[in-house]
């Protein structure tokens, strides 16, 4: 259980756009036994999140952003490195491409699904952030995927979802590759109108749901 004294910091160091002293709370956190998925789900990201209303409410403006992005950026660095390293080594559970749509730059999330989907032994080729519909299909292709993740942050970019659906049906590969969309203005009702196969509100979810999506048993 992560401390509400934790949180509070882990909001103060975004507030302050702090990399030096986020950091220090994430690995003091880290070393202290803490589950660091937890640290993010419960500290940074609603601390992240709050930037981004304190934004929308013109209290805080873009270089502040962009400084308190860059420490969160960090630390998901970090934890993505320490959930990496306590991967155990077992047969791939299946491929999966995962991107940030065009015309979007917001990748934060997307890396902490990637490192999540990579620790529960899926094989991972993330093709990064404002990445071409095209691009993303052609990524599909040449890893013979099973799955395509993609993250929409922005509601003028998360068309590009869509985007995705038409194409795989145009050029005949909408029956090839399974595919689950997220991001944070992305809702269950937006992937069933566009013809998502599933919809994933966090990390966590996104692993079940591509299980599920490749009729993996949990404990498997
Ligand atoms: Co921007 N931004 N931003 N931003 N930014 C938002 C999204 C915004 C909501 C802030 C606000 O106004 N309240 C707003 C969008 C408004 C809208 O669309 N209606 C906004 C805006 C306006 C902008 C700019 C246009 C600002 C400007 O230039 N004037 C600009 C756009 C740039 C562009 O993309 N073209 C911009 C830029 C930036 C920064 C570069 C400064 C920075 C991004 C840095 C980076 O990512 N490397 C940034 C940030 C940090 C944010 C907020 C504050 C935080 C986003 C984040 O990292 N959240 C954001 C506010 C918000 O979202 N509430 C905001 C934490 C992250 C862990 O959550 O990405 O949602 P999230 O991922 C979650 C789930 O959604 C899910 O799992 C993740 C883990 O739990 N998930 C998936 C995500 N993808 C998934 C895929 C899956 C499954 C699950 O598939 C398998």
């Known amino acids: 259980m992560i401390e509400q004294v934790v949180i509070d910091s882990a909001s103060e160091c975004l507030i302050k756009g702090s990399k030096v002293?986020?950091?220090?709370?994430?690995?003091?956190?880290?070393?202290?036994?803490?589950?660091?998925?937890?640290?993010m789900t419960y500290a940074f990201i609603p601390a992240i999140n709050n930037i981004g209303d304190l934004f929308a409410r013109g209290q805080m403006f873009l270089p502040e952003l962009i400084v308190a992005a860059d420490a969160m950026g960090a630390v998901t660095d970090l934890v993505n490195e320490v959930i990496?390293?306590?991967?155990?080594?077992?047969?791939?559970?299946?491929?999966?491409?995962?991107?940030?749509?065009k015309g979007d730059v917001h990748d934060i999330g997307k890396c902490i699904v990637?490192?999540?989907?990579?620790?529960?032994?899926?094989t991972v080729h993330d093709i990064g952030r404002d990445v071409d519909t095209s691009k993303i299909v052609e990524a599909a292709v040449e890893f013979n995927a099973d799955l395509i993740g993609t993250s929409a942050l922005l509601t003028t970019t998360m068309p590009c979802q869509k985007d995705l659906e038409d194409m795989l049906k145009a050029q005949g590969l909408r029956d090839r590759f399974k595919t689950i969309?997220?991001?944070?203005?992305?809702?269950?009702?937006?992937?069933?109108r566009i013809g998502a196969d599933a919809y994933a509100e966090d990390a966590l979810e996104g692993v079940k749901k591509a299980e599920e999506l490749l009729g993996i048993c949990a404990a498997a």
């Open 114 to 122: 990637t490192s999540l989907l990579q620790a529960n032994n899926f």
């Open 21 to 39: 002293d986020a950091l220090a709370l994430a690995k003091e956190v880290i070393d202290g036994g803490n589950d660091p998925v937890d640290l």
């Open 181 to 192: 969309v997220g991001g944070a203005p992305v809702t269950p009702r937006w992937a069933t």
């Open 84 to 101: 990496s390293a306590n991967k155990t080594t077992k047969k791939s559970k299946g491929t999966i491409i995962m991107a940030t749509v």
